[in-house]
């Protein structure tokens, strides 16, 4: 078998590559007997998902791919490479132009063109497919002026199939009876397919196509305009550039090179114009019909053009010359930008700028060469990717109205803050090396902080606190409909309620005024709103404010899904609250937190709704106060030790002095193993914060609050893959000063995430008092069993009617049930259960029956007579 050969995809984590690269690896483009390694090239923030792609390309075990190398380095991607297939660049949106596409792309092919030059074998073939792919080309073969220009070529195959399919479909045969259709000029709707020279094999003989369509009107009308039109259509109707048909031609174009046309067929390419037969102005990337043979092509020569075909040549040829020399101005401003840069930084020039009717040749002499070329190419592409996100977000800001342009104004600067940081992400957070346990007395012992005892005058310190409740989420994961904290938990109460329970009991025991306060989304705000009235007359008084609504992104350009700000209809599950580490920056947009420091509040305590552990600590609070001004705590982080289940959760470390709270994802692959270990990381986050208000009016102010970005993969229902950029409020504890952890009894985490939790905290295991749980003296353990229910059991709705009660679990250690599985009356459940109906089979626990370490398998109904 042959020696592999090296074949670079660039954008790999694209919808274009993921269709494309499993035909390469299987033999469909370079041959069945040719092993070849794969390198895919994405930027920075694409790595997690080029992960994907390559675990996949593994799992297909193809026996020709000998290796996969994902990468954001342009050393490792460009290097002795045989074949560039060059995907990667700014995607085409609908709306756009091309002269938005040209000036996102010319810097980023240039960067392209010139690690070719530095890296590639002198023998590579490269292929231009990100648009517009004509100049493109150009602007990358320009870049490389070691590798011949013979060696560079643009995609418009796909409009090549495109006209073949058409002519196909209008005469009733298969795309390949339709031969030798040309593609003239550029990949836009300028492009002129040509039927003048096609052969067309009906009922196994070769007719011109006017013979074979018998439609001159159509072919010279129509047909012309559908081609041209195609990739626009796509985008309309998919709101996506074309992946699948891209892909299919991007094979047939290197297919084609690498192994020739047969005699006397051509195919079209964009190709180097410089002496071709035709008159179409050098110096351009132009598509021409080609013949290959031994990996060269060459332009066929001698077919007549009538004047029909010279006009609609000569039209997509001056389109080509514009964009050149667009691209020249574009490039000159880099020249600009950089010669002042460097003024500015070392006092050097740049020799004048090319002018727009000078030779693209001057172009890699005049730009300086990077010795870093990757770097060059991420910043261009960070900076087209801002760019573009700006003009994105102002669109969709024109769609605005009223108070809510405002509101989606301050909304879209913190999402331009995040996605700035986003763009700079360069892998993991955090270096293992430099990772270091906390020291002893920044994590407190719960028991150290109870020691100290309560003062007298506690509701002092109550008057200085806010609770604030994350209240964003819904219902769904539970199958329930509107915001989560409206599900009934226990006896009919719901856990909005008990938090208003808790907080009145507060302030009717102390005299306190403690307020509540619900940070909604906008899934959640108008149903939490109306249920609000029924808290009119309680102690308790209630505010709201809204975290912001951000747009779901493309997960192939990085750029905005929605097309207005409407957040209903077609536009509903296009955006999205980006995680509760945005209550900051909400928090202090809305005038609330300003408006409950000047009613002499200091401290907020936040816990999520459901977590009906985080109740207020008057112990936690009073530690808080009571600390001297110098050295006055900003931050205190609830922590509890780790069991088995809590493996994955975040846990406090030392990092550059300070403390910091390390989550999974920052975890380097290498080192994931070590952080669950539960000797080593032995507390979990409860995400129970008590927060300095007065801090978080500084940080803001400041611009200093830096928290670490979550990327959030999704697919829509209609299959779009997009990705949502969120953080942890948790994460902000770096930022504060004299952050503490205390590490609290399991107690005071008791989230409701599943109908599991939920069976839990509505069984005998708890008692209810003033909205407060309490674990039941008459337990003699004080760890809760571990339960789990199936899937029969996963929505509300569905697992009320699987229990007539709820089962005495006071000596329950253990329970799976599984399957179509109900309970009678006061069922009684000790040690461990396991309960498990077979598909088809059903189990009915009869009415008093008390299970004791059993496992109950098969079928079982017990009916009354």
Same mark, same amino acid.
């Given at each position: 078998?042959?020696?592999?050969?090296?074949?670079?995809?660039?954008?790999?984590?694209?919808?274009?590559?993921?269709?494309l690269l499993y035909s390469i690896a299987k033999g469909d483009v370079f041959g069945k007997d040719q092993p070849l390694?794969?390198?895919?090239?994405?930027?920075?923030?694409?790595?997690?998902?080029?992960?994907?792609? *390559?675990?996949?390309?593994?799992?297909?075990?193809?026996?020709?791919?000998?290796?996969?190398?994902?990468?954001?380095?342009?050393?490792?991607?460009?290097?002795?490479?045989?074949?560039?297939?060059?995907?990667?660049?700014?995607?085409?949106?609908?709306?756009?132009?091309?002269?938005?596409?040209?000036?996102?792309?010319?810097?980023?092919?240039?960067?392209?063109?010139?690690?070719?030059?530095?890296?590639?074998?002198?023998?590579?073939?490269?292929?231009?497919?990100?648009?517009?792919?004509?100049?493109?080309?150009?602007?990358?073969?320009?870049?490389?002026?070691?590798?011949?220009?013979?060696?560079?070529?643009?995609?418009?195959?796909?409009?090549?199939?495109?006209?073949?399919?058409?002519?196909?479909?209008?005469?009733?045969?298969?795309?390949?009876? *339709?031969?030798?259709?040309?593609?003239?000029?550029?990949? #836009?709707?300028?492009?002129?397919?040509?039927?003048?020279?096609? !052969?067309?094999?009906?009922?196994?003989?070769?007719?011109?196509?006017?013979?074979?369509?018998?439609?001159?009107?159509?072919?010279?009308?129509?047909?012309?305009?559908?081609?041209?039109?195609?990739?626009?259509?796509?985008?309309?109707?998919?709101?996506?550039?074309?992946?699948?048909?891209?892909?299919?031609?991007?094979?047939?174009?290197?297919?084609?090179?690498?192994?020739?046309?047969?005699?006397?067929?051509?195919?079209?390419?964009?190709?180097?114009?410089?002496?071709?037969?035709?008159?179409?102005?050098?110096?351009?990337?132009?598509?021409?019909?080609?013949?290959?043979?031994?990996?060269?092509?060459?332009?066929?020569?001698?077919?007549?053009?009538?004047?029909?075909?010279?006009?609609?040549?000569?039209?997509?040829?001056?389109?080509?010359?514009?964009?050149?020399?667009?691209?020249?101005?574009?490039?000159?401003? !880099?020249?600009?930008?950089?010669?002042?840069?460097?003024?500015?930084?070392?006092?050097?020039?740049?020799?004048?700028?090319?002018?727009?009717?000078?030779?693209? +040749?001057?172009?890699?002499?005049?730009?300086?060469?990077?010795?870093?070329?990757?770097?060059?190419?991420?910043?261009?592409?960070?900076? +087209?990717?801002?760019? #573009?996100?700006?003009?994105?977000?102002? !669109?969709?800001?024109?769609?605005?109205?009223?108070?809510?342009?405002?509101?989606?104004?301050?909304?879209?600067?913190?999402?331009?803050?995040?996605?700035?940081?986003?763009?700079?992400?360069?892998?993991?957070?955090?270096?293992?090396?430099?990772?270091?346990?906390?020291?002893?007395?920044?994590?407190?012992?719960?028991?150290?902080?109870?020691?100290?005892?309560?003062?007298?005058?506690?509701?002092?310190?109550?008057?200085?606190?806010?609770?604030?409740?994350?209240?964003?989420?819904?219902?769904?994961?539970?199958?329930?409909?509107?915001?989560?904290?409206?599900?009934?938990?226990?006896?009919?109460?719901?856990?909005?309620?008990?938090?208003?329970?808790?907080?009145?009991?507060?302030?009717?025991?102390?005299?306190?005024?403690?307020?509540?306060?619900?940070?909604?989304?906008?899934?959640?705000?108008?149903?939490?709103?109306?249920?609000?009235?029924?808290?009119?007359?309680?102690?308790?008084?209630?505010?709201?404010?809204?975290?912001?609504?951000?747009?779901?992104?493309?997960?192939?350009s990085l750029l905005p899904v929605a097309n207005d700000m409407a957040m209903t209809g077609e536009n509903a599950d296009?955006?999205?609250?980006?995680?509760?580490?945005?209550?900051?920056?909400?928090?202090?947009?809305?005038?609330?937190?300003? +408006?409950?420091?000047?009613?002499?509040?200091?401290?907020?305590?936040?816990?999520?709704?459901?977590?009906?552990?985080?109740?207020?600590?008057?112990?936690?609070?009073?530690?808080?106060?009571?600390?001297?001004?110098?050295?006055?705590?900003?931050?205190?982080?609830?922590?509890?030790?780790?069991?088995?289940?809590?493996?994955?959760?975040?846990?406090?470390?030392?990092?550059?002095?300070?403390?910091?709270?390390?989550?999974?994802?920052?975890?380097?692959?290498?080192?994931?193993?070590?952080?669950?270990?539960?000797?080593?990381?032995?507390?979990?986050?409860?995400?129970?914060?008590?927060? #300095?208000?007065?801090?978080?009016?500084?940080?803001?102010?400041?611009?200093?609050?830096?928290?670490?970005?979550?990327?959030?993969?999704?697919?829509?229902?209609?299959?779009?893959?997009?990705?949502?950029?969120?953080?942890?409020?948790?994460?902000?504890?770096?930022?504060?000063?004299?952050?503490?952890?205390?590490?609290?009894?399991?107690?005071?985490?008791?989230?409701?995430?599943?109908?599991?939790?939920?069976?839990?905290?509505?069984?005998?295991?708890?008692?209810?008092?003033?909205?407060?749980?309490?674990?039941?003296?008459?337990?003699?353990?004080?760890?809760?069993?571990?339960?789990?229910?199936?899937?029969?059991?996963?929505?509300?709705?569905?697992?009320?009617?699987?229990?007539?009660?709820?089962?005495?679990?006071?000596?329950?250690?253990?329970?799976?049930?599984?399957?179509?599985?109900?309970?009678?009356?006061?069922?009684?459940?000790?040690?461990?259960?396991?309960?498990?109906?077979?598909?088809?089979?059903?189990?009915?626990?009869?009415?008093?029956?008390?299970?004791?370490?059993?496992?109950?398998?098969?079928?079982?109904?017990?009916?009354?007579?």
């Amino acid at each position: 078998m042959a020696e592999p050969i090296r074949v670079l995809v660039t954008g790999a984590a694209g919808q274009i590559a993921y269709s494309l690269l499993y035909s390469i690896a299987k033999g469909d483009v370079f041959g069945k007997d040719q092993p070849l390694v794969l390198l895919l090239l994405d930027i920075t923030p694409m790595l997690p998902v080029l992960e994907g792609v *390559v675990m996949e390309l593994q799992d297909c075990a193809l026996p020709l791919l000998r290796e996969v190398i994902p990468t954001d380095k342009v050393d490792v991607a460009f290097k002795d490479l045989d074949a560039a297939i060059l995907v990667g660049s700014m995607p085409r949106r609908e709306g756009m132009e091309r002269k938005d596409l040209l000036k996102a792309n010319v810097a980023i092919f240039k960067s392209q063109g010139e690690a070719l030059d530095k890296y590639a074998k002198k023998t590579v073939k490269v292929l231009v497919v990100g648009n517009p792919a004509n100049t493109n080309c150009l602007i990358a073969a320009k870049s490389a002026p070691s590798i011949p220009k013979e060696n560079f070529s643009c995609l418009t195959r796909l409009d090549h199939n495109r006209a073949c399919s058409q002519v196909a479909v209008r005469c009733g045969i298969s795309a390949n009876g *339709v031969k030798n259709m040309i593609i003239w000029g550029n990949h #836009s709707s300028t492009q002129y397919p040509d039927v003048h020279h096609c !052969k067309v094999n009906v009922q196994g003989k070769d007719v011109t196509a006017f013979d074979a369509v018998k439609d001159d009107a159509w072919l010279k009308g129509d047909f012309i305009s559908t081609v041209q039109q195609r990739g626009a259509a796509v985008i309309k109707a998919r709101k996506l550039s074309s992946a699948m048909s891209a892909a299919k031609a991007i094979c047939d174009h290197m297919r084609d090179i690498w192994t020739g046309t047969p005699e006397g067929e051509f195919v079209s390419m964009g190709v180097y114009s410089t002496g071709n037969p035709y008159g179409v102005p050098e110096d351009l990337i132009y598509s021409f019909p080609v013949s290959i043979k031994d990996k060269t092509w060459k332009i066929v020569e001698g077919l007549a053009i009538n004047d029909f075909s010279k006009a609609k040549m000569d039209a997509t040829a001056a389109e080509l010359v514009e964009e050149r020399d667009t691209a020249v101005s574009f490039l000159e401003e !880099k020249v600009g930008w950089l010669e002042r840069e460097t003024r500015r930084c070392s006092g050097t020039t740049f020799s004048s700028s090319p002018t727009a009717s000078s030779s693209l +040749q001057s172009l890699s002499k005049e730009l300086p060469s990077n010795s870093n070329g990757m770097a060059q190419f991420q910043e261009v592409m960070r900076q +087209q990717l801002e760019s #573009s996100m700006h003009a994105e977000l102002e !669109k969709l800001l024109g769609t605005a109205k009223g108070a809510e342009a405002e509101v989606s104004k301050k909304d879209f600067e913190g999402f331009r803050k995040l996605f700035h940081r986003f763009l700079q992400v360069k892998g993991p957070s955090v270096e293992w090396s430099k990772i270091n346990r906390p020291p002893e007395d920044s994590i407190q012992p719960y028991d150290k902080i109870k020691a100290k005892g309560l003062p007298d005058n506690i509701a002092d310190s109550l008057n200085k606190l806010v609770v604030v409740k994350l209240n964003g989420g819904l219902g769904t994961s539970m199958g329930c409909k509107g915001p989560k904290s409206l599900i009934s938990v226990r006896n009919e109460n719901t856990f909005l309620d008990l938090t208003v329970q808790q907080i009145e009991h507060l302030n009717k025991t102390y005299n306190a005024d403690v307020p509540l306060v619900l940070m909604n989304s906008f899934n959640t705000d108008e149903d939490t709103k109306k249920i609000l009235q029924k808290y009119t007359h309680h102690r308790v008084k209630i505010h709201t404010f809204n975290q912001s609504s951000y747009p779901r992104l493309n997960k192939e350009s990085l750029l905005p899904v929605a097309n207005d700000m409407a957040m209903t209809g077609e536009n509903a599950d296009v955006w999205y609250p980006p995680g509760h580490g945005d209550i900051y920056a909400s928090f202090y947009n809305s005038g609330l937190l300003e +408006q409950l420091i000047a009613e002499g509040k200091e401290y907020i305590f936040v816990s999520n709704i459901d977590n009906l552990g985080a109740t207020v600590d008057l112990y936690i609070l009073n530690h808080l106060v009571s600390q001297p001004n110098g050295k006055r705590c900003e931050f205190i982080m609830e922590v509890t030790d780790k069991t088995r289940a809590d493996v994955k959760g975040g846990t406090l470390i030392q990092y550059d002095g300070k403390l910091r709270l390390l989550e999974i994802a920052q975890v380097p692959k290498a080192h994931v193993d070590e952080f669950k270990s539960v000797t080593k990381f032995k507390i979990f986050n409860t995400n129970n914060l008590w927060i #300095s208000l007065s801090a978080i009016k500084r940080l803001q102010e400041q611009n200093a609050m830096d928290l670490e970005i979550i990327v959030n993969p999704k697919t829509l229902d209609g299959g779009l893959n997009v990705i949502q950029l969120e953080t942890a409020v948790g994460a902000a504890i770096k930022c504060f000063d004299n952050a503490l952890g205390i590490n609290v009894p399991r107690s005071r985490f008791l989230p409701v995430k599943t109908t599991s939790d939920l069976l839990l905290v509505m069984s005998n295991l708890y008692s209810l008092e003033a909205g407060s749980l309490t674990m039941s003296e008459r337990r003699e353990f004080p760890t809760t069993p571990h339960v789990k229910l199936g899937s029969s059991f996963t929505k509300v709705q569905e697992y009320v009617t699987r229990f007539e009660s709820i089962p005495d679990m006071l000596e329950l250690d253990h329970l799976t049930v599984s399957g179509d599985v109900t309970f009678g009356k006061h069922v009684s459940l000790k040690g461990t259960v396991i309960i498990i109906a077979n598909h088809g089979d059903r189990i009915d626990i009869p009415a008093g029956s008390m299970l004791e370490n059993k496992i109950v398998s098969g079928n079982l109904r017990i009916l009354d007579h």
